[in-house]
């Protein structure tokens, strides 16, 4: 299993960019599917963005051609660059992995019910 902690939020204006990143510790994490989701008050948290152990990427509608997640597993970190942010992308962000122990996913990559480890959450505001 793998310890995650997010860093990067902010409060920024329409248009802006911001760079979140997730440090991890644990030893699968090179094998760990890993991803970023998010959470508006009053909403159910939902899918952003994932990336398998081998570096490939899937994204929610809302994130294609505005959001890029990446990792580095020299550094155990995965980041998530969001360009041209709207105010409805205002919420929680959290990063997520699974426990590395099986390379394929088990579950829906945007299901959280595949991801057991979650960071604390960092806040993300956009104003208009």
Known sequence: ??????????????????????????RTFRTSNMAWFRQAPGKEREFVAAIN???????ADSAKGRFTISRDNAKNTVDLQMNSLKPEDTAVYYCAGDDGTSLSYSRPYYYTSQYDSWGQGTQVTVSS
């Open 1 to 26: 299993q793998v310890q995650l902690v997010e860093s990067g939020g902010g409060l920024v204006q329409a248009g802006d960019s911001l760079r979140l990143s997730c440090a991890a510790s644990g």
């Open 53 to 59: 152990w081998s570096g490939r990427t899937y994204y």
